[in-house]
């Protein structure tokens, strides 16, 4: 694919445009993507026309709703490169993955004196969800540091990890710094002293070919609605056996084979982790988004937004007023510092250029701290973005630093 296939693309992202039709410069990609048309139809087609339940109607409607339900699930697992559609359980997002894995697999696994590997560069809700674990069961965190490129130090992963350590939870990509994980050694590391891996795949999943059996990790989790898809649906990746062993996260509907009044029994994954009606018109939509995005060729895209990354450094770095944050290599994610001028502050003046940009910690306060900083500005690629965009805010900084004096 040429990168004029790819420019072309961004006729079909209704959200690219203000209400009178100008040019909208969104570079919030990592936040949340904006949706190609073919997305918004089939969650329409899916919520009007084809509407039914899954899984209970003996009617045809139900049951091509079911079949549609399903459908998405082999297609994620082709997508992610599974073994079989019952390694993918339906969650509400990434976050609720690893909450689920947390409560789930580390309620039944770990133990006081059991360790948990963190990195520093960990979004909130690959933090949280451990901390609430850990102090349920007496388990401890320790957290890798970074390289002084920002990468996940994985040398120091190397000398950290104890046979104590149960579970290493890194982010395949940050979503602040865009930095990529050597994930196979990751994955070597923590196989070598019998810990699981668990990969954040947030910000990866858009941008990077994946596969599960090459990746060797044993949970991944990703969000739909950072994949050009909705919101309200995400997905946990693991292997069967592994999700066999764990018991249920939540109660209730769908996820039961018998229940009495003194006993339930448990269905098999992935349906034992989908406990009532499912996300039924948001799968149909995640299943438009991956043939959407599937269609351009991973690997190119990849390179695309890690071009724009690396132009957007190089104009940044000319700039003596700029601090530039993360690896020279990354994924389509530049975080920023503009002396004397809050990233809020210069947000907003960007917003006047309609140029959306993210300023603040990012859901990583931890990182921050690390950085020295309270916030930082961040400009984010999607497969819609092009140099015009990288215009528009660097028209938008010169003007920020005329306002300032600088
Ligand atoms: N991890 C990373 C790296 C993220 O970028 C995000 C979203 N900002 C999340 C986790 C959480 O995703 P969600 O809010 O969709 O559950």
């Keep these: 694919m040429t990168q004029a296939a790819i420019l072309s693309r961004k006729a ?19 936040a949340t993507a904006q949706k190609p048309q073919a997305v918004i139809d089939a969650m329409s087609n899916a919520l009007g026309r084809d509407y039914a339940t899954v899984h209970r109607g003996v009617y045809s409607r139900s049951a091509d709703m079911t079949l549609a339900y399903e459908a998405a699930r082999r297609r994620v697992a082709d997508f992610i490169g599974a073994k079989s559609e019952n390694e993918i359980v339906f969650v ?73 350590h ?37 910000q990866a999943a858009p941008r990077m070919r ?32 592994l999700l066999a062993a764990m018991p249920p996260y939540q109660g209730g509907g769908a996820m039961i084979d018998t229940v009495t009044f003194e006993n339930s029994t448990y269905a098999p994954p992935p349906q034992r982790f989908e406990a009532g009606t499912p996300m039924i018109t948001e799968a149909i939509a995640l299943h438009a988004a991956i043939d959407y995005t599937q269609a351009l060729d991973m690997e190119q895209l990849f390179a695309h ?40 502050d210069l947000g907003t003046i960007l917003d006047e250029e309609n140029v959306a940009i993210r300023a603040g910690h990012h859901c990583a306060q931890p990182l921050m701290a690390h950085l020295g900083v309270s916030a930082t500005a961040r400009a984010s690629f999607g497969l819609y973005s092009d140099e015009s965009d990288i215009d528009a805010l660097l028209r938008g900084i010169e003007r920020t630093t005329r306002i300032f004096g600088q």
Excluded at 184 to 190: E, G, H, M, S, V
């Design 12 to 30: 079909d992202f209704p959200g690219l445009m203000t209400p009178g039709g100008d040019a909208w410069h969104y570079l919030d990609t990592a």
């Design 92 to 164: 509400r997002g990434a976050t609720e993955g690893i909450n689920l894995v947390a409560h789930s697999w580390g309620g039944l696994n770990l133990k006081a004196g059991d360790r948990i590997m963190l990195s520093q560069l960990e979004h909130h809700s690959n933090i949280v969800p451990w901390q609430m674990i850990a102090k349920a069961t007496g388990a401890e965190i320790d957290v890798c540091p970074l390289t002084d490129d920002h990468l996940i130090d994985l040398d120091a992963l190397e000398t950290m990890l104890t046979p104590q």
């Design 166 to 202: 149960k579970i290493v939870a890194l982010a395949h990509v940050s979503n602040v710094l865009g930095s990529i994980l050597g994930v196979k050694r990751a994955a070597k590391l923590a196989h070598s002293v019998g810990a699981k891996l668990l990969l954040d795949g947030c």
């Design 210 to 241: 994946l596969s599960m059996t090459e990746l060797d990790c044993d949970f991944y989790v990703l969000s739909a609605h950072k994949l050009y898809g909705p919101t309200g649906i995400g997905v946990l990746w693991a292997r069967e056996e």
């Design 305 to 344: 937004e890690s071009a724009l990354a690396a132009k957007l450094r190089s104009e940044l770095r000319a700039m003596n007023s700029i601090r530039l944050f993360g690896p020279d290599k990354s994924a389509g994610i530049v975080s920023f510092e503009m002396e004397g001028v809050h990233p809020h």
